[in-house]
């Protein structure tokens, strides 16, 4: 059974930052990616970052490209976000996601919007809020 495990989020200002954690467990032997995902009120869901286990290859959405980092320590099966120069638009409630389809993940976190298929990871966390405001 695959759990995902959020933990890190709160409130800060902007320009500050803030790390969250995705403790994954019950994944498979085969490749896999892992991701973050976001969904601010009113808005559809966006797929920010993810990193391939194979070779931690790593991707990222043009809205957090230069800020955010992703990465992860195998040995505790975690997946950390580092999140700098925050902005008002990064609140939202964040989710970490892993699929086995890790094309589909990468294809979903690098083209956004201008993907013309619809994605759904295959696992998800129950998801934690950060808010950026001053």
């Known amino acids: 059974q695959v759990q995902l495990v959020e933990s890190g989020g709160g409130s800060v200002q902007p320009g500050g930052s803030l790390t969250v954690s995705c403790v994954a467990s019950?994944?498979?032997?085969?490749?896999?990616?892992i991701g973050w995902f976001r969904q601010a009120p009113g808005k559809k869901r966006e797929g920010i970052s993810c990193i391939k286990h194979s070779d931690d290859s790593t991707h990222y959405a043009d809205s957090v490209k230069g800020r955010f980092t992703i990465s992860r320590d195998r040995s505790k099966n975690t997946v950390y976000l580092q999140m700098d120069s925050l902005k008002p638009e990064d609140t939202g409630a964040y989710y970490c996601?892993?699929?086995?389809?890790?094309?589909?993940?990468?294809?979903?976190?690098?083209?956004?919007?201008?993907?013309?298929?619809?994605?759904?990871?295959?696992?998800w966390g129950h998801g934690i809020q950060v808010t950026v405001s001053s």
């Open positions: 996601a892993a699929d086995s389809k890790w094309w589909a993940m990468i294809h979903d976190v690098v083209l956004g919007d201008q993907s013309s298929y619809p994605y759904e990871a295959a696992y």
């Open positions: 019950g994944l498979s032997q085969g490749d896999y990616a």
